[in-house]
């Protein structure tokens, strides 16, 4: 659920995890997802469906937004601003941007967008989930996009494992010498909390990865994956 601390901010808990207090409550779990969805396919795919105007960077109006939810889906009538910057701010992932009344995916984009994203600070290896199958062809290929605009790369094997899980219950994980294909003019962008991306990453800056999973103890379970 989304909720919000009146001194500590936006959250997704019970209680605040600064203070403890319970907080204003928001939205509740079905609405986190449906909401989140929506998010998904207007900002990234669809928002002429909305009968909205995006602009050259990716950024819409949120009241625009907002008012275009409230339209389609009577549930949402309540929807005011500070619900969608709730879901922007503690997004898990840093898929939304808020900025000066406008609110934009960072990634996942089907459209043409220039999102203008940092290329500064990448981490030296990145990690791309693949399967068996495809393995050896994106070893001698590289990395291209295939229904998205750009290559989605990871932070860490785990994160890129929870990504791979979303085409495959084994997925094999590829470690990229990021710093290598930066110094051989492959531009590389931050594009959220744990996923960096290029518009190609050339067969010769990958390898398959050595590193195996670690197991979760017995009595936790695998987080679900998100979007």
Same mark, same amino acid.
Request: a negative charge; hydrophobic letters at 35%.
């Given at each position: 659920?989304? &909720? =919000?601390? *009146? ?6 808990? #019970?209680?605040?995890? !600064?203070? @403890?207090?319970?907080? &204003? ?5 079905? /609405? ?16 002429? *469906?909305?009968?909205?105007?995006? %602009?050259?960077? @990716? ?9 275009? $939810?409230?339209?389609?889906? &009577?549930?949402? *009538? ?6 969608? !910057? ?13 900025? %000066? @009344?406008?609110?934009? +995916? ?17 981490? %030296? !290896? ?6 068996? =199958?495809?393995?050896? $062809? ?19 094997? /785990? +994160? ?5 899980? !979303?085409?495959? %219950?084994?997925?094999?994980?590829? =470690?990229?010498?990021? &710093? +290598? ?10 594009? @959220? ?19 195996? #999973? =670690? ?13």
């Amino acid at each position: 659920m989304l &909720k =919000e601390c *009146r001194s500590h901010g936006y959250f997704r808990d #019970e209680y605040c995890p !600064v203070c @403890g207090s319970e907080a &204003k409550f928001l939205l509740n779990d079905q /609405e986190v997802e449906l909401l989140g969805r929506t998010m998904a396919g207007v900002l990234r795919h669809f928002p002429e *469906r909305y009968g909205l105007e995006m %602009d050259g960077h @990716g950024w819409v109006d949120l009241r625009d937004f907002i008012t275009a $939810v409230q339209i389609r889906n &009577k549930r949402f *009538r309540f929807l005011r601003p500070h619900h969608i !910057v709730g879901l922007v701010e503690t997004d898990p992932k840093g898929r939304y941007q808020f900025l %000066d @009344g406008k609110v934009r +995916a960072t990634y996942g984009h089907s459209l043409d967008v220039d999102l203008d994203l940092p290329t500064e600070g990448i981490p %030296d !290896v990145l990690f791309y989930p693949t399967t068996n =199958e495809e393995l050896h $062809v994106l070893l001698e290929a590289g990395l291209r996009p295939a229904d998205r605009k750009m290559v989605h790369l990871s932070l860490s094997f /785990e +994160a890129a494992m929870e990504a791979g899980r !979303v085409r495959s %219950d084994n997925p094999l994980i590829l =470690e990229v010498n990021a &710093k +290598a294909a930066r110094e051989s003019g492959v531009v590389i962008h931050k594009a @959220g909390k744990t996923v960096y991306t290029s518009k190609e990453v050339p067969g010769e800056f990958l390898a398959r990865s050595s590193r195996v #999973e =670690e197991e979760l103890p017995p009595t936790e379970s695998r987080p679900e994956t998100p979007s």
